[in-house]
């Protein structure tokens, strides 16, 4: 019985040196001093580079999405593009301006040089 209530006393000191601060004149504790603030600073470093990591992700996944964004525009526009220069449909919409589609195939013309020219 009388261990226990001793426990309960230290327990009961050691939270009440804790909150009066008594704790911070024991000479344990200025020996742990640095290496605390070692810890402290090393936790405060890995949350800043957590929070460092979460804003990128979320860039990255903005930018993805814009990305497919774009490539969907890209095949619309691409799509557009292709059906607009078929030859059926250009010839649909020149019919009006009297130009009209060539029938015969392109020739090629070749010229001579004469032996009399002078070579610049």
């Known amino acids: 019985m009388e261990e226990q209530k001793e426990k309960k006393k230290k327990g009961k000191k050691g ?17 742990q001093f640095p290496f605390m603030v070692y810890v ?5 470093a890995i949350i800043t580079n957590t929070y460092i990591a979460e804003g990128k992700i979320r860039e990255l996944t903005q930018t993805a999405r814009k990305l497919n964004d774009l490539q ?3 095949v619309q526009v ?3 593009i292709m059906e607009a220069s078929k030859q059926s449909v250009l010839a649909k919409k020149l019919a ?4 009209k589609e060539a029938t015969e195939p392109l020739k090629r ?9 002078e070579e610049p």
Request: net charge negative.
């Open 15 to 31: 939270f009440m040196d804790v909150l009066g601060g008594n704790i911070l004149l024991r000479e344990k504790f200025s020996k």
């Open 40 to 44: 402290t600073l090393l936790l405060m």
């Open 72 to 74: 969907v525009e890209y």
């Open 78 to 80: 691409k799509s557009a």
């Open 96 to 99: 009006g301006t009297g130009l």
């Open 109 to 117: 013309i070749e010229v001579e040089q004469s032996q009399n020219q």
